[in-house]
């Protein structure tokens, strides 16, 4: 989970999760008989969240999730989407939220010491041949 503490005053941002698959899955792309589904949860506050997007090349392109549940302000939405690897390799899915006010969340590279955990919820995945 993220939070952020900026400019001397604390902001909740926004709070994606990647559930599943589980950090160091592993898939045999012989063995794929289906897309694996990749779902995970998203909460914007007061806010709420209007969109959720996933990433399977660490964060260089960005692809729309479904929301199949948005629970409304100050509740947990559910998200999902399906996806295919198309090789074999090792793969970085990183999720990024947007609020209800249109903010989408930063993926903030350099952090000082007493800036609080920012960023983007990552997991690492495995797809042999």
Do not use: C
Not at 23 to 34: I, K, N, Q, R, V
Not at 47 to 65: A, C, Y
Not at 86 to 91: I, K, L, R
Request: net charge negative; hydrophobic share 30%.
């Amino acid at each position: 989970m993220a939070y952020a503490y900026r400019s001397g005053r604390r902001q909740r941002e926004r709070i994606p999760r990647i559930d599943v698959p589980e950090y160091d899955s592993e898939f045999s792309l012989s063995e794929l008989g289906a897309p694996i589904e990749v779902k995970g949860i998203a909460y914007g506050g007061d806010r709420g969240i209007s969109r959720v997007e996933v990433s399977f090349d660490g964060g260089k392109s960005w692809r729309d999730t479904e929301i199949y549940y948005s629970g409304g302000d100050l509740a947990w939405s559910l998200w999902k989407t399906p996806w295919t690897p198309a090789t074999a390799d090792d793969y970085t899915l990183v999720v990024r939220a947007t609020d209800g006010k249109g903010n989408t969340q930063e993926w903030y590279e350099e952090r000082g010491p007493f800036s609080g955990v920012a960023g983007l919820h990552q997991t690492v995945v495995h797809v042999r041949a």
